[in-house]
């Protein structure tokens, strides 16, 4: 009798599928929220709804700056992850910097940039909702030089540069480095990208600046991350018209 009961128990139980979720907030005054935000999943076969997981009411967790960890269960099965979609239930506005998101079953990272993008459940405030979705698994390098001239650095910029190349467009998240004051005069420094698309052979990058203190870089060059390898070298862009960069759009290509 015990064991026939422990069988049809057995029989019962359902697979519970575990989705894990490192959330960067943005570096910027204010960017943090005390809200909640709902989580959908998007996957190659089918989607999950999280409910309100991603919660800033507790501890530091979705503060300024900050990087919170939040885990969920399901007995959905999705597939391999694809798409997010972050949907704000509180006005306590909050910018997010990036998602990076894995599951029980298939430990790889899968990477979600956001863009200096303000969220609300007011829309006065911000974006309500968005929805993002993965570009691929190339990872990046970006490494900027400032220039030397007066003024030359940044305190305030807001960047993301978008890769052009044979195969297509890719975008990166925002350039900062944590706990790091970069863009400084004269100064060279080396952004990451995961979870890119494989553009090909690269031709031109356009970089989007968001801010109020202008920056002047001499050049950016781009490598690819090869595993067991040293990044190689895809293509140097130089700065020879001196173009600043504020609050403004510009796209540099090889020449």
Known sequence: MGSTLFLIMLIGVSAAYDYIFNVYTANKAYAGTDGAVQVILYGSEGEVDLGKL????????????????????????????????????????WMPDKVVARSSYAWKSVYFYSRYRWMSDSSSEGATRQKICSQGDTKYWLKTTTSTKWWSGSDNLWVSITIHGSKGDTETGILDLKDFDDFESGHKDTYIFPGMKDVGH???ITINARGTDGWLFTEISVFKYRIGDTPMLLATFVNHDNVWMDSNVHKFCKE
């Open 202 to 204: 690269v031709s031109c």
């Open 54 to 93: 991603f919660d800033g009411s507790t501890r530091s967790k979705l503060d300024t700056d900050s990087i919170s960890s939040f885990s969920g269960s399901s007995e959905k099965y999705i597939g391999a992850i694809e798409c997010i979609e972050l949907i704000m239930h509180t006005s306590d506005a």
